[in-house]
């Protein structure tokens, strides 16, 4: 029998896997049969919910193809990790193996793909993506997926950072003969992305015997899985070297295949002129805004007519800011969806709309000029802008009267000009620290989905805190920047907002005032103001910290840690939410917004607030009621350690 399963559901960094022993171990369970049972277990009691039958028959299948592998190359104390977690995402591979090379002696790790296909074909003119005969989208060449796995890997592991030789990719079609899949080889292999099939199995076994030696791996492992996590490049931070310099974001999975998907458009467009709308949907954190800049700082390297749009203020100002700082030229890539009433048709190759679920009905407001107040909607002068216009949206994201950013709104709009529209879903999180139970914990507390508020389980990968009062969720947050993380307050729209300064006034006026506590909102317009940053920089500025945010300055932005406070507008009364419009002092809502579009904009707006954490939330609300329900389904801070920054 072999020993216990070594089962790690929490490392440092929020790192995860479901199972990690010997490849002999690994054998011997699946011969007795209970691997897959071992790792269903695993799965349910990280993720609350038992994987996907399609996920149990991949370990069922494909695990023993690469165990027994193994134990042919004589590799039988190599460490398997299996379904190995990304760090700081919810993306996993299918298995990591560490041992010792068998030429330095040093630590070696092979990143492993496992695929059951017999058959697979490149995309037409998209040789980085792939057609199976039982998938409905094409999927990311299995080379160029476990190359992008080991380039994030390099990226944000502190080992592998200091020793990138060490690390090797390799996908695995144990099903699959050379004619089967022979059109994938059009794209390039390299150490860090190669293929294999089931009819090569022994160079499979010679690529592992070059990479692993016939020696215990386990101290290995513990060298990958106890290194530093480095922080995740955020987007303000990084945006002037990616646009004016060099590729700084790794996009994995289907951020890879929406990037390909909007560059074939591009290729096809200048060859046969001829026109594509796509669309990109995902969470908070999925990478929307990575795709966006990635996109555009390649096309404008490459001379590419291309343009950056949103709806949101601060946004915008704040890629003008950042990422424009030096070239005025970067600054005017950045612009509004209301910037193309007048547009010549597909005068951009490229049009990026960002943030897309906050387009509007039309572009027109109390400043437009009475000849372009034609009435047009928004969605059809940015379609008609370029040739290839890609919207990147999340439709739990609407949190204003009049936003109609949806996915199917789009496609209507493409499909009244006649135009194809291509649609790519990111299931992905790359914010909350990659918790995909965090994120769906969210949607259920608010009811977004039809779900309804449960227990928080933590995972490891967020902290999910709840405050007994505003002054104990702030000592908190002070706490965690003392340790060097950053930290915002935000608040749901229940104050009214002070948004003439004056030069008489000694400090910024308190309107967040719950008893005795009392903070400024962030400040209003785009100048600094008594040390405060204006509001476009309120998420990005350290200074931001003394002043609670709302949600259109939160919004599209992340930080490590979130203190959202739940105003009057939103209270949990015996068994359901309750919203009360007359609580919210939010202007955009009008005599003509409906209760339910009240009701909905008001959810949503928390379900951002929310999920603007990188490392964990804490959350509290003025209402006694509701903070007990909170308290019942959530762990007060003052119960909980907190581990510092390392």
């Known amino acids: 029998m072999p020993p216990p399963a070594r089962v790690f559901f929490v490392l440092p960094g929020g790192i995860f896997l479901l199972f990690r022993e010997s490849a002999a171990s690994v054998a011997t369970r699946i011969l007795e049969g209970s691997l897959a049972l071992h790792l269903t277990e695993n799965f349910r009691h990280q993720h609350g919910r038992r994987p996907a039958p399609a996920e149990i028959r991949s370990w069922e299948r494909s695990l023993p193809a690469l165990a027994n592998a193994l134990i042919e190359a004589d590799l039988d104390d190599v460490e398997v990790l299996v379904e190995y977690s990304l760090p700081l995402t919810s993306k996993r591979a299918d298995a990591v193996l560490a041992g010792v090379h068998p030429t330095t002696g040093e630590p070696s790790y092979v990143v492993v793909e496992l695929k059951q296909w017999s058959s697979a074909y490149p995309e037409e003119d998209e040789p980085l993506l792939c057609r199976i005969d039982s998938y409905a989208q094409p999927v990311l060449n299995p080379i160029e997926q476990v190359r992008g796995y080991c380039e994030y890997l390099l990226s944000f592991n502190g080992a592998l950072e200091r020793m990138p030789k060490s690390l090797a990719g390799v996908a695995f079609l144990h099903n699959a003969t050379e004619f089967g899949v022979a059109g994938l080889r059009s794209v390039k292999e390299d150490q860090h992305g190669r293929m294999y099939t089931g009819q090569q199995r022994g160079a499979f076994l010679d690529f592992l015997r070059s990479r692993l030696a016939a020696t215990p791996g386990a101290q290995a492992a513990d060298v990958l899985l106890d290194a530093k996590v480095r922080p995740s490049k955020q ?82 100002k704040t890629m003008r800011k ?269 005599k003509a917004t409906s209760d339910d579009d009240v009701d909905r904009l008001i959810r949503n707006t928390y379900k951002v607030l929310l999920t603007r954490g990188m490392v964990g939330t804490i959350v509290y609300s003025t209402d006694r009621e509701t903070r007990e329900k909170l308290r019942s389904i959530i762990h007060p801070a003052s119960e909980v350690e907190v581990p510092a920054l390392v």
């Open 322 to 590: 950042v990422a424009g700082n030096r070239k005025r030229e970067v600054q005017q890539l950045f612009k509004y969806f209301n910037s193309f009433m007048d547009a010549e048709p597909n005068d951009l190759d490229v049009l990026i709309c960002d943030e897309a679920h906050r387009l509007r009905k039309t572009s027109a407001n109390r400043y437009t000029k009475a000849e372009l107040r034609t009435g047009r909607p928004q969605v059809a002068e940015l379609i008609d802008a370029a040739r290839v216009p890609v919207f990147l949206l999340d439709q739990h994201q609407v949190v204003r009267p009049g936003e109609m950013g949806t996915k199917d709104e789009i496609k209507r709009a493409a499909a009244a000009e006649g135009l194809d529209c291509t649609v790519v879903e990111l299931d992905g999180q790359f914010r909350c620290g990659g918790s995909e139970a965090y994120e769906k914990w969210v949607i259920d507390l608010l009811g977004l989905d039809g779900g309804t508020p449960h227990q928080w389980e933590p995972d490891g990968k967020f902290q999910l805190l709840t405050a007994e009062s505003p002054q104990e969720l702030e000592n908190f947050l002070v706490a965690r920047r003392e340790e060097g993380y950053g930290a915002r307050i935000s608040a749901g729209y229940c104050w009214k907002w002070t948004t003439k300064i004056t030069p008489d006034m000694a400090s910024l006026p308190t309107d967040v005032v719950i008893g005795e506590w009392a903070r400024p909102w962030n400040v209003y317009g785009d100048r600094s103001v008594l040390g405060a940053p204006p509001a476009p920089l309120w998420a990005t500025d350290p200074a931001g910290f003394g002043q609670v945010g709302c949600v259109y300055t939160a919004q599209g932005f992340e930080y490590d840690w979130s203190g959202v406070i739940l105003g009057p507008d939103l209270v949990w009364r015996t068994d359901r939410w309750v919203v009360d419009r007359s609580a919210s002092k939010d202007p955009s809502f009008t």
């Open 235 to 316: 987007l303000m931070s990084l945006a002037a070297a990616e646009i004016r310099d060099r590729e700084q974001f790794v996009l994995i999975a289907e951020q890879r295949i929406a990037y390909e998907r909007v560059m074939s458009a591009v290729r096809k467009a200048k060859r046969s002129n001829r026109k594509q709308v796509i669309v990109v949907t995902g969470g908070p954190g999925s990478g929307k805004s990575v795709i966006a800049m990635s996109l555009l700082g390649e096309l404008y390297r490459r001379g590419i007519p291309a343009l950056h749009a949103t709806g949101s203020q601060s946004f915008t």
